[in-house]
């Protein structure tokens, strides 16, 4: 059990004090938790809704708070102490790492057995990077042709297409179940001719996998690979999730051919 406290001096204006006043001391407290949220758990974006004390034996009092995380509320005990010019508050940080986790997983959880386009879903699509907003018309059309969501111990993924067009513009994601947080990667097709028209675009693509399949070239197929390009959200190129890494090596995209919004996890030192 981990326990933060935090001191809050006020300033009196006269030479005298008064008795603590329970709203004041509420509201102090509330203030302090606030704080101890955004200090260390500043990427769960938690609040604090509400914080209820009574007094058991001055200058002690003891309660809840109830804070708000993912669309839903959890609540730890409190245990306060205040004089009128300090206000201690002491939290449990096992039961606040347990709220946030249930909160969690019971939100993950809606995935089971659907398909991937439920990333779409604004609740889900919230825990995608924001960066993907940008592309989000080029990440909803991939996800016309879908699949069923697949599950490890420690991701969910989802893939898909846009229609008619298989093998030429898919998209994937992944979603980290310890962090709840989302990445994605964005395939394009890079027709020789980009004067060609989707049709012709299609063709093209189709022509060329079955040739591929029916000599088993495997030159072929690199070059078929080579008019894939990536666009990568939310993760490092050189740390991939590893679904996302599976899918991206089997759909042939390689450091030639992907961007990426986010820096690799090591960058050697400038010289």
């Avoid at 008619?164 to 990445?183: L, P, S």
């Amino acid at each position: 059990m981990r326990t933060a406290a935090v001191a809050l001096s006020l300033i009196l204006l006269t030479g005298c004090r008064a008795s603590p006043n329970i709203e004041r001391v509420t509201a102090d407290s509330k203030t302090q938790l606030q704080h101890e949220l955004t200090k260390n758990y500043a990427e769960k974006n938690a609040t604090v809704q509400k914080v209820s004390l009574v007094l058991t034996t001055a200058p002690k009092y003891e309660g809840e708070a109830t804070i708000a995380f993912d669309n839903s509320t959890f609540t730890v005990p409190l245990a306060v102490t205040s004089d009128g010019l300090t206000t201690l508050v002491t939290t449990d940080d096992q039961k606040l790492a347990s709220g946030f986790e249930l909160i969690l997983q019971r939100d993950l959880a809606n995935l089971e057995g659907k398909y991937s386009d439920y990333i779409l879903n604004p609740a889900m699509f919230d825990r995608m990077p924001a960066s993907l907003e940008v592309a989000k018309a080029d990440f909803v059309a991939r996800l016309s042709v879908v699949a069923l969501i697949k599950s490890d111990d420690h991701y969910y993924f989802g893939s898909g297409c846009a229609q008619h067009e298989c093998g030429m513009n898919e998209t994937a994601w992944v979603i980290d179940k310890t962090t709840g947080k989302g990445a994605a990667l964005i395939m394009k097709y890079k027709p020789d001719d980009p004067g060609l028209s989707e049709a012709d675009q299609r063709a093209q693509h189709t022509a060329e996998v079955a040739h591929s399949l029916v000599t088993q070239d495997a030159t072929e197929a690199k070059a078929l690979a080579s008019h894939n390009y990536f666009q990568l959200y939310g993760a490092a190129l050189d740390n991939l999730p590893p679904p996302l890494a599976a899918w991206a090596d089997q759909h042939g995209m390689t450091k030639m051919n992907v961007g990426s919004d986010v820096p690799p996890a090591y960058q050697a030192p400038q010289k």
